[in-house]
């Protein structure tokens, strides 16, 4: 089994910067990806930024240029630094991670979402 447990947010006013962490735990032989989405009220998920377990990245066209997605790969944590927010940044984020356990059984694996609100 797979845990992951999310930190990081809160209320910022426009313009301003917040940094996601999430952290996986347990059973974990291997990562292979790992991502953040967001779901904003009435809205659906949506892919902010993902990770692979090469370093590569891709973004949502909404967040390139402002955020930027990294891991630490020896932690199996994943973070999401955001600057300069706006209002429509606002949304539950969600951590999402995938791999493999010890016992070679595949795991994609989701946080508990954390929220995330640009407001004056």
């Known amino acids: 089994q797979v845990q992951l447990v999310e930190s990081g947010g809160g209320l910022v006013q426009p313009g301003g910067s917040l940094r996601l962490s999430c952290v996986a735990s347990?059973?974990?032989?291997?990562?292979?990806?790992m991502g953040w989405y967001r779901q904003a009220p009435g809205e659906e998920r949506e892919l902010v930024a993902g990770?692979?377990?090469?370093?590569?990245?891709n973004y949502a066209d909404s967040v390139k240029g402002r955020f930027t997605i990294s891991r630490d790969s020896a932690k199996n944590t994943v973070y999401l630094q955001m600057n300069n927010l706006s209002p429509e940044d606002t949304a539950v984020y969600y951590c999402?991670?995938?791999?493999?356990?010890?016992?070679?059984?595949?795991?994609?694996?989701w946080g508990q979402g954390t929220q995330v609100t640009v407001s004056s």
């Open positions: 999402n991670v995938r791999g493999a356990q010890m016992d070679s059984r595949f795991f994609g694996s």
């Open positions: 347990g059973s974990i032989s291997r990562v292979y990806a």
């Open positions: 990770v692979t377990s090469t370093g590569l990245t």
